[in-house]
Every structure is written in C-alpha cells, then in structure tokens.
C-alpha cells in the first residue's frame, strides 16, 4: 500500500499466548475499524490452545507470526520490527477498540506533525462489568514522568506511536516477565510528552486468571526498571530526585513484603539498595522464583 501523509498505513500489533478463548474479538474490533489503511500482525507466542486454528479463520486478513513462548515483550518487538506502518497501534489479545480508535488518532497525528506518541482514555470491564477506575489511575497528558513513576499510567492497547519513536527510545525489555510497558513509558516520558486523547476508544478488559497485572510482587521488576533508568544519567535533577525518592520507597515496601514472607535475607538486600549511599550504581538483585 502508497504510504500518504493524510492516509497514512497504520500497523496493529497483537501479541497472544493462550488467549483463544477471547482473542477472536480483539481481532474482530480493528477489523471494524472505519479506518481501513491497516496491516494486523498477530504474534503467536508459542500457544498451545486452539489460537492456531482460530488465527487461520482469519485468512489473508491478518498476518500470523508463530514463535516460541519467549513473553509479551518478545512478542511486541517482533511485530514492531516486522511491521512496515507509518504508525503503529499495540492491543493486547484481550482488549478491544471502539470502531473508531484509529481514524481518530490518525487524525490527531495528522494534525500534530511533531507528536510521537498518543493514548486514548478507556472504558474498563472487571469480570463482564463497567467499572471506573480509581483515581490513582487517572491518565494524564503531556510531561508525565514523575506521576508515572508510581505505577503505569499508559495502556499499550491505548496507544500509537510513530516507528521513530523506538529507534530513539529502544523496545519493550524482553528481560521483564511484567511491569515491560512500565518501563518503556518511563524512558519514552522521560523526554517526550505522551500526548492523551479524552475520547475513551479503548475497552480494557480485567479481571481473568491470566492477567501480567495480576501477578505476586510487580514492584521489583519496577524497581529494576528505576534503577536502569537511574544508572543511564539520562534523567534531568528533577527527575532524578522524583525517580530516586520512588525508588527508595518501593525498595522499603517490596523488602519490608519479603522479609513478612520468610525471605529476610532478600528483603534485607533490597532495603540496602534504597539507601542514599547506595544510589544508582548498586547491583540489581535477581531472583528465581
């Protein structure tokens, strides 16, 4: 398809492990798009349900990427870097758009040459049920590092950005089981203005067993994600005080957790490395469950 400034090709990346049950509709919400310049790359990692079956239903509609189960964030940046868009629009396998979430962002790209990165606000469902969310989960738009440090304030299926924007900032950290958009978002917030839509065009939809978000002890992959991000100097003062600040607290709360659950020396070890003499270079703790 003839890449156009106003009609630009807009790559939809799907990554989905186990998800036949639900994935089906996902997929069906961008094809309902009124939008109609898209390419959807569905990654497959390593499932071992029906998804293979329900992907080729689908034909030459979609574009099926088959892998071994290597995580979300593998997933993500194999279709990213196989996708040829002038932007690209992320959805998880288990959410779904209003029809008319793309032609929308387009439009605001469109209108806002310099932009590299928006979200549109969301509708929630916990269990079949419309529920608001708290108010700790507000989004915001613009410079929104230092709120975002506290918890992810940015929805991957929520967003579209421009290819760019990866080459600057880097991928998803296929290191991170969870919390991998966390980071991201941080390096992206860091120094560019994550721009928000107020129209609610995403459906984000919770509340089933195998949700990342549902996950024992998010806080140390989030806590490895501060203090990378720490140790590249990249930070303004500011920043680096807001990140800092954060980081010694949830060092505190997830170790103070660990030594609760019998782990004293674990917990202990974390505690350290939110001491003041400690930051940034203090190695970061890995561990096996």
């Known amino acids: 398809m003839e890449k156009n400034e106003q009609r630009p090709l807009v790559s939809v990346i799907i990554p989905t492990f186990n998800r ?11 094809l309902d798009q009124t939008y109609r310049s898209l390419e959807i790359i569905v990654v497959d990692d390593g499932s071992t349900d029906d998804t293979p079956n329900l992907l080729h239903t689908f034909g030459r509609q979609i574009e099926v990427i088959f892998q071994a189960n290597k995580g979300v964030s593998a997933a993500r940046n194999v279709g990213i870097k196989r996708s040829r868009g ?12 209003t029809p008319d979430k793309i032609q929308r962002q387009v439009a605001f790209f469109n209108d806002n040459p310099d932009a590299m990165i928006c979200q549109t606000q969301e509708i929630w469902i916990r269990n079949g049920r419309r529920v608001n969310p708290k108010n700790k989960h ?5 410079m929104i590092f230092e709120p975002s440090l506290e918890l992810c304030l940015v929805s991957p299926s929520a967003v579209m950005i421009r ?11 296929e290191r991170l089981p969870a919390c991998e958009d966390y980071d991201l978002w941080l390096r992206v917030s860091a120094t560019h203005p994550i721009h928000l839509m107020e129209q ?4 984000k939809r919770g509340g089933h067993d195998d949700q990342l978000s549902r996950q024992h002890s998010l806080d140390r ?4 994600a501060i203090e990378r991000l720490l140790a590249a100097e990249i930070l303004t003062p500011e920043q680096r ?14 170790g103070q ?7 004293a020396d674990l917990g202990n070890r974390y505690i350290a490395k939110g001491e003041p003499e400690s930051l940034p270079g203090v190695e970061t703790v890995r561990t096996v469950d």
């Open 138 to 142: 507000t989004k915001q738009g613009g």
């Open 163 to 173: 290819p760019a924007l990866f080459d600057l900032k880097g991928y998803f950290d």
């Open 20 to 30: 036949g049950w639900i994935l089906g509709e996902a997929i069906r919400s961008v």
């Open 241 to 254: 005080r807001a990140a800092k600040k954060v980081f010694q607290k949830k060092t505190v709360i997830y």
């Open 200 to 203: 609610a065009c995403t459906i």
């Open 86 to 97: 002038d932007l690209i629009a992320l959805l998880d396998s288990d959410d779904l758009w």
């Open 257 to 263: 957790g660990c030594i609760k659950r019998g782990r």
């Open 221 to 224: 992959h989030r806590i490895d």
